[in-house]
């Protein structure tokens, strides 16, 4: 933890979830606001220091890859924009997939809490990965369900009694993702981002099913680790070696057959 101001909410475990048929708001998580540097821009523990002489290899691009990879690029650079209709539909979408059961009394509300998110307005929280953190949550949502529900109820293994808050931790993971793969540059400057592109080009929803990975394996080494809020750092640098290890690993073809897809469950 450092102190240069970033903020962090970070969630008591009380319940199990919000209670079903309940249209009021259910007060499942107690949120508690300090002071660190693992939100969003600030996230500290993913953020490779570089110097500008440093000589860094560059890959070539297939015409596939080239065009694949200006496509994800353009999701990089759409913003959370609360005033367009479709950024508001998919907010609300992602409500309903995590609680079906649940009517959302607004965009900016309280119950957001409840997935996690700082405040009463998720938009606030979305600078740290833009609309793809939206898009990639609502991916996993829809894609692996049931991991989704296990990771946001917080449902499996022995849980610290301060969990990390579910909605940052994804923008977070989305964010990691975009550095680790050094998806901003015109092309490949390490062997991790190259390797990625091959599955790009093979699938244009790549990005999306290793966030669905990550945040997985994430959630595995928290527990390994027997984690707690101030340790989500740690916890984030694990995962991102982890997932680096496995991106190389000989003979793999998809993204399908890392190992730690098999942690997924639909």
Same mark, same amino acid.
């Given at each position: 933890m450092d102190d240069r101001g970033g903020s962090f909410v970070a969630v008591r475990r009380i319940s199990q979830g919000l209670e079903r048929g309940n249209t009021c708001h259910s007060t499942s998580a107690e949120v508690v606001a300090g002071s660190a540097a693992w939100l969003g821009r600030g996230l500290s523990c993913?953020?490779?220091?570089? #110097?500008? =002489?440093?000589? #860094?290899? =560059? /890959?070539?691009?297939?015409?596939g890859q080239e065009e694949r990879l200006q496509r994800l690029q353009s999701r990089l650079d759409v913003s959370y924009d609360c005033s367009i209709p479709e950024h508001? &539909?998919? @907010?609300?979408? %992602?409500?309903?997939?995590?609680?079906? &059961?649940v009517e959302l009394r607004g965009l900016i509300s309280e119950q957001w809490k409840d997935m996690g998110w700082q405040g009463k307005d998720p938009s606030t929280d979305f600078r740290g990965g833009g609309f793809i953190s939206l898009e990639n949550l609502l991916f996993?949502?829809?894609? /692996?369900?049931? +991991?989704?529900?296990? @990771? %946001?109820?917080?449902?499996?293994?022995?849980?610290? *009694?301060?969990? $990390?808050?579910?909605?940052?931790?994804g923008v977070n993971i989305t964010f990691m993702l975009i550095q680790m793969l050094?998806?901003?540059?015109?092309?490949?400057? +390490?062997? *991790?981002?190259?390797? /990625?592109?091959k599955f790009l080009a093979e699938s244009e929803s790549a990005f999306d099913l290793l966030y669905c990975i990550t945040f997985k394996l994430m959630d595995h080494q928290w527990l390994?680790?027997?984690? =707690? $809020?101030?340790? /989500?750092?740690? *916890?984030?640098k694990s995962t991102r070696r982890? %997932?680096?290890q496995e991106l190389l690993l000989e003979d793999i073809t998809s993204l399908e057959q890392l190992p730690s897809y098999g942690l997924l469950s639909q």
């Amino acid at each position: 933890m450092d102190d240069r101001g970033g903020s962090f909410v970070a969630v008591r475990r009380i319940s199990q979830g919000l209670e079903r048929g309940n249209t009021c708001h259910s007060t499942s998580a107690e949120v508690v606001a300090g002071s660190a540097a693992w939100l969003g821009r600030g996230l500290s523990c993913v953020c490779a220091q570089r #110097r500008e =002489s440093d000589a #860094r290899p =560059s /890959f070539d691009l297939t015409p596939g890859q080239e065009e694949r990879l200006q496509r994800l690029q353009s999701r990089l650079d759409v913003s959370y924009d609360c005033s367009i209709p479709e950024h508001q &539909e998919a @907010l609300r979408a %992602l409500w309903n997939a995590a609680f079906p &059961e649940v009517e959302l009394r607004g965009l900016i509300s309280e119950q957001w809490k409840d997935m996690g998110w700082q405040g009463k307005d998720p938009s606030t929280d979305f600078r740290g990965g833009g609309f793809i953190s939206l898009e990639n949550l609502l991916f996993f949502a829809k894609n /692996f369900p049931k +991991t989704f529900q296990d @990771l %946001l109820q917080k449902q499996e293994g022995d849980r610290s *009694v301060w969990e $990390y808050p579910f909605a940052v931790a994804g923008v977070n993971i989305t964010f990691m993702l975009i550095q680790m793969l050094d998806l901003e540059a015109v092309k490949p400057r +390490t062997l *991790v981002g190259a390797t /990625f592109l091959k599955f790009l080009a093979e699938s244009e929803s790549a990005f999306d099913l290793l966030y669905c990975i990550t945040f997985k394996l994430m959630d595995h080494q928290w527990l390994s680790m027997r984690a =707690s $809020y101030m340790d /989500f750092n740690a *916890v984030m640098k694990s995962t991102r070696r982890q %997932l680096e290890q496995e991106l190389l690993l000989e003979d793999i073809t998809s993204l399908e057959q890392l190992p730690s897809y098999g942690l997924l469950s639909q």
